[in-house]
């Protein structure tokens, strides 16, 4: 399997415009998840969905954001209008089913800019 | 409150032994994951703890203690590849699925 796959990889762009980022998840997975990863705060839970359904979005850190998975391999995650605090990498990850203990599968990031 | 504890940073030899310790309050408790992050890469799954005790995966074994809320990652036969972020997670009851991150142990290997 190839493994989560996320694009852009890298993003640079200018505060005030809109960016999307982009996440495929394994195949068969049922959990999706975004983070978002800075040195001040770490790894950060933003939304995660079962089945393409969100099931909790109480980590998206303002109405900037927003995620959709409109089928079971492919979600994306927008922020508009992007602001320079929002410069960190962003992480995907999904897995097999919610259960105590069930691995997390990361994506390679997409480490985002905004200037 | 849910909080988890690791120690910033650290430093050991090629070829010795480090322990990275992990404590951690949570509102309830299924188990405890290790991950690995080298620089500029993703998290990658180390480890996972249920029992008390000690679990042993080649050079790296995680030790759980449910009953004083701590954990340790035990690195052996230090290589210059292990130097990475080690990232400790908690695992909450089924219900909320949210894992509770700590920040992370930088640690450095030296020759």
């Known amino acids: 399997d190839a493994g989560v796959i996320q694009s852009p990889r890298h993003e640079v762009t200018e505060m005030g415009q809109e960016v999307t980022l982009r996440c495929k998840p394994i195949s068969g997975h049922d959990y999706l998840f975004w983070y978002r990863q800075t040195m001040m705060r770490g790894l950060e839970l933003l939304i995660y969905?079962?089945?393409?359904?969100?099931?909790?979005d109480s980590g998206m850190p303002e109405d900037r954001f927003s995620a959709k998975m409109p089928n079971a391999s492919f979600s994306t995650l927008k922020i508009q209008p992007s602001e320079p605090r929002d410069s960190a990498v962003y992480f995907c990850?999904?897995?097999?089913?919610?259960?105590?203990?069930?691995?997390?599968?990361f994506g390679p990031g997409t480490r985002l800019l905004v200037l | 409150g849910q909080n988890i504890d690791q120690p910033t940073e650290m430093t050991a030899t090629e070829g010795a032994i480090v322990q990275i310790n992990c404590t951690y309050q949570t509102s309830g408790f299924n188990g405890l994951f290790w991950y690995q992050q080298h620089a500029g890469e993703a998290p990658t799954f180390l480890s996972y703890?249920?029992l008390d005790g000690l679990e042993e995966k080649g050079r790296f074994s995680s030790f759980l203690s449910r009953s004083k809320g701590y954990s340790y990652l035990l690195l052996k036969e230090l290589q210059m590849k292990d130097s990475a972020s080690y990232l400790c997670a908690a695992s909450p009851p089924e219900s909320n699925y949210q894992l509770i991150w700590g920040a992370g142990t930088k640690l450095i290997i030296k020759p």
């Open positions: 990850a999904s897995s097999l089913f919610s259960g105590a203990g069930e691995t997390q599968y």
């Open positions: 969905f079962n089945n393409n359904v969100p099931i909790d």
């Open positions: 703890n249920v």
